[in-house]
C-alpha cells in the first residue's frame, strides 16, 4: 500500500487529508509536531505533505532536514503567494506546493499525479541491502550509524551497490571510481573491497560477492533484513 506523511499542526487538516486520501486507498500517517518527523522512517513514505507555516519549525527548515533521508516527492500545503517563498522551498528540494485552502479534488489529484512520475532516478538517499546512502553528502549508513568508509571505499561500495547484480571487473571498477587518469593500478580495487568487506562484516553484512576470474558484484538479493 502506498504511504504517505502529512504534517500540518492543525487537527482538522490533518483530519481532511487523511479521510480524502485513505478513500483513494493510500496510508497516511498524520503528524502535528514537526520535531517528530526526522525520528520516521522516511524511506517508508512514497509522499510527504508538508505544511509551510508551522510554529516553532515551518516546512522549509523541515524538507531541508529531511531532504537527504528520502526520495520521494515533498509538497508544501501554504496559504503563500509570494513566489519568491515558494521558489525558495523548491530550491531546498520540496516537488510542488499546494495552496490554501485546497479541494479535496485538487489534493488527490495532485497526489496522484506525483506518485505516477515517481520512476525517476535518485538523486538524495537509496537503501540497497540494508545499506543506506545519502549520494549527495557520499556517506553510508546501516541501522542509523555512519560506515567508516574512506572517500574512496565509499566510491567503489556505491558503484557496486547502484549496480547490484551485475559483474565488474577490477579494471571496470578502478576506471569508474578513479577515472582513466588514475595515478594507481587496477590492484588497489582488491584492497580497497577487502577494507570494504571486513567492514560490512563487522555490522553483519556480506553483500560483496567475487566472481572467480572476472571481478566483483553485490548480491541482487537484499542483505541484512
Not at 519549525?57 to 531532504?67: A, N, Q, S, V, Y
Not at 560490512?200 to 558484484?217: F, N, Q
Request: a negative charge; aromatic letters at 8%; charged letters at 30%.
Amino acid at each position: 500500500m502506498t504511504k504517505i506523511l502529512a504534517v500540518d499542526d492543525k487537527k482538522d487538516i490533518l483530519k481532511l487529508i487523511k479521510h480524502a486520501l485513505e478513500k483513494e486507498g493510500y496510508e497516511v500517517t498524520a503528524v502535528e509536531d514537526p520535531d517528530k518527523v526526522c525520528s520516521l522512517k522516511l524511506q517508508d513514505y512514497q509522499l510527504i505533505l508538508l505544511d509551510v507555516m508551522m510554529p516553532g519549525k515551518d516546512g522549509f527548515t523541515l524538507c531541508e532536514e529531511i531532504r537527504d533521508m528520502t526520495d520521494c516527492p515533498i509538497l508544501f500545503l501554504t496559504a503563500k503567494s509570494d513566489e519568491e517563498a515558494l521558489m525558495r522551498g523548491l530550491g531546498l528540494g520540496g516537488d510542488d506546493y499546494i495552496l490554501k485552502p485546497f479541494g479535496i479534488g485538487e489534493l488527490r489529484a495532485r497526489v496522484a499525479a506525483h506518485l505516477r512520475r515517481e520512476s525517476r532516478e535518485k538523486k538524495y538517499t537509496v537503501s540497497v541491502g540494508g545499506v543506506s546512502f545519502k549520494l549527495k553528502a557520499k556517506q553510508a549508513f546501516y541501522e542509523g550509524k555512519e560506515l567508516e568508509f574512506t572517500k574512496s571505499e565509499y566510491a567503489i561500495c556505491e558503484y557496486l551497490a547502484m549496480n547490484r547484480g551485475q559483474v565488474f571487473s577490477k579494471e571496470r571498477i578502478y576506471e569508474a571510481v578513479f577515472g582513466y587518469d588514475g595515478e594507481s593500478d587496477n590492484s588497489v580495487i582488491t584492497e580497497h573491497v577487502k577494507n570494504i568487506r571486513a567492514k560490512l562484516k563487522k555490522v553483519h553484512l556480506e553483500p560483496i560477492e567475487t566472481v572467480w576470474g572476472i571481478g566483483y558484484r553485490w548480491k541482487q538479493e537484499n542483505v541484512g533484513h
